[in-house]
């Protein structure tokens, strides 16, 4: 009787969170005369989904969720088992910074559910929010910083932008406003940008994500690519995170900057001042678990483009020399899968950001060899 009253309790307390939450947003919508909200929401393949609902509306779409044909997207349902829900996540709601006046719009991200009690279990962002919240439960907290590498390309004729390499200083007035320009409106849009900068091909560009917890950033990921692709039009170009655009040249990647945070100890679980490259215990045992499965990771995360199929073939090798060629740790062979146990090496930007943090995240904190060690470290 008294866990169900417990229960119940709880239950209630979260119907309450919930409704608040829910005011908190349509007050902002109100306040702001937002006229349309977009409920956003990613597939197996990473592709972005999109609803718009006007704003007079969006009220019961934030209470309710909305109802959708699962069928007609890829990998989510067969034709008899169509009718799925989004439930839009409060704490992403944030207002486009590009769309203002009468088209003056924001953007909430979505779960998706099979109904109102149970979530989808193909769904990618949920799977990740619930191996966080295990590991939350256990005082653990994943971190991750990505490199997202990318080209802007010709709208008219699809090739590079410019003929720049690594670091080059952008001398062209134009250009410079527009990476500008690309920056603040990042940063309007709530994603935490640490730099910019050209990378090795002709018109390939990376930006750095500050690390933080693994759904908060695998979120940012799925905005900046939104975002980018949408700014980058205004300015007649392009932007593709295809692993491998231009033959001859070197393809895009994805870096992830990880690491294991003890809630209790309030310190970096893969460090050790005395450790081989300062990595204690947990992090040797982490580096095991995720080069073990590196094949298995590979076949998941790249599922989405036939391109990279292609992409670790001979003849591309020597033009991608940062393309990880060894499932194996290294701490700065930048050819290897793993760098100094914080590091992964993808092949593929275009992969299912949630997919890739929630295989980083199960590797690291729920193989019963890290587990083990981080009680015995604390």
């Known amino acids: 009787m008294r866990k169900s009253i417990i229960l119940f309790i709880m239950l209630f307390a979260s119907y ?17 005369k937002i006229q349309f909200v977009n409920f956003l929401f990613v597939n197996l393949h990473g592709d972005i989904k999109e ?25 989510c349902a067969n034709i008899a088992e169509s009718d799925m829900l989004l439930k839009p996540d409060m704490d992403t709601f944030r207002i486009i910074p590009w769309l203002q006046g009468i088209n003056k719009t924001a953007v909430i991200i979505c779960d998706i559910w099979l109904n109102e009690d149970e979530p989808y279990p193909g769904d990618p962002r949920s799977l990740l929010k619930k191996l966080t919240h295990e590991l939350n439960q256990m005082g653990l907290q994943f971190n991750v910083g990505p490199e997202l590498e990318f080209f802007f390309v010709k709208k008219n004729n699809n090739t590079p932008c410019d003929t720049k390499c690594y670091w080059d200083i952008e001398t062209d007035i134009q ?10 409106l990042l940063g309007s849009f709530g994603i935490n940008v640490e730099k910019l900068h050209h990378e090795v091909a002709s018109g390939q560009h990376e930006i750095s994500l500050r690390y933080n917890n693994a759904v908060s950033v695998a979120d940012q990921l799925i905005l900046a690519k939104y975002a980018l692709k949408t700014i980058a039009l205004q300015y007649d170009l392009r932007v593709t995170f295809m692993p491998k655009p231009f033959a001859g040249q070197n393809g895009s990647a994805m870096h992830i900057h990880f690491s294991l945070w003890d809630l209790i100890k309030n310190q970096n679980a893969f460090y050790h001042k005395d450790g081989l490259h300062q990595l204690s215990k947990t992090a040797e045992s982490e580096i095991s678990a995720h080069t073990s499965e590196a094949k298995s990771y590979q076949e998941m995360v790249n599922i989405e483009s036939e391109q990279a199929i292609k992409v ?28 100094a146990a914080e590091h992964i090496l993808n092949n593929d930007p275009e992969m299912t950001k949630y997919y890739v943090n929630q295989w980083a995240e199960a590797y690291t904190g729920l193989s019963q060899n890290v587990l083990s060690r981080v009680k015995d470290e604390r």
């Open 175 to 184: 250009r410079s406003i527009q990476k500008s320009t690309i920056l603040f």
């Open 51 to 75: 609803v718009t609902v006007p704003a007079h509306h969006v009220s019961n779409a934030l209470k309710d969720g909305l109802a959708f044909d699962g069928s007609s997207i890829a990998g």
């Open 16 to 32: 309450i969170h919930a409704e608040h939450q829910v005011e908190q947003v349509l007050d902002i919508i109100q306040e702001n």
């Open 312 to 339: 670790n073939t001979v003849a591309n090798q020597q033009f991608v020399k940062w393309l990880p060629q060894q499932p194996a740790p290294g701490s700065q062979d930048g050819t290897m899968g793993l760098r």
